[in-house]
């Protein structure tokens, strides 16, 4: 399924903002963790970086669907009361703004590779 990786960065989003606040603890308590840890905070804020400006492609509207849907993790239902639209509508405009966080992703997949 081609929106594997939008799905998985959306879902883990919140792990990723959490992760680096950890990282950046355990480095103030211990700087000889730096060195270990450094490279994957660096990993994390890249992939944080290239998801935020993939929201910024999006409008408002698919913005508010996608968060709440894999993000928060509402159901379908919940998203269309949450948003006033039908479930229905609310799956094409997730449709659409994956479809736009695909190409953004895309465009700096080389970014998420380790190097």
């Known amino acids: 399924m ?4 939008s799905i998985h960065l959306l ?3 919140k792990f990723i903002q959490v992760r680096m606040k ?3 603890l355990e480095i103030s308590l211990d700087e000889r ?3 270990t840890l450094t490279p994957e905070k660096e990993q994390l804020e890249k992939t944080s970086h290239i998801l935020q400006q993939s929201f910024k ?3 408002d509207t698919e913005y508010s669907v996608i968060y709440k ?3 928060d993790e509402y159901c379908w239902k919940n998203v269309a009361i949450e948003t006033g639209y039908s479930i229905r509508h609310c799956q094409r405009i997730s449709n659409k703004a994956i479809e736009k ?3 953004m992703i895309a465009a700096n997949r080389s970014k998420l590779v380790k190097t």
Do not use: G, P, S
């Not at 081609?2 to 990786?5: G, I, L, Q």
């Open 2 to 5: 081609k929106n594997n990786v």
């Open 11 to 13: 879902k883990n989003y």
């Open 22 to 24: 950890n990282i950046d």
């Open 33 to 35: 963790k730096a060195e």
């Open 57 to 59: 492609a999006l409008t």
């Open 69 to 71: 849907r894999f993000v």
């Open 101 to 103: 966080m695909n190409t």
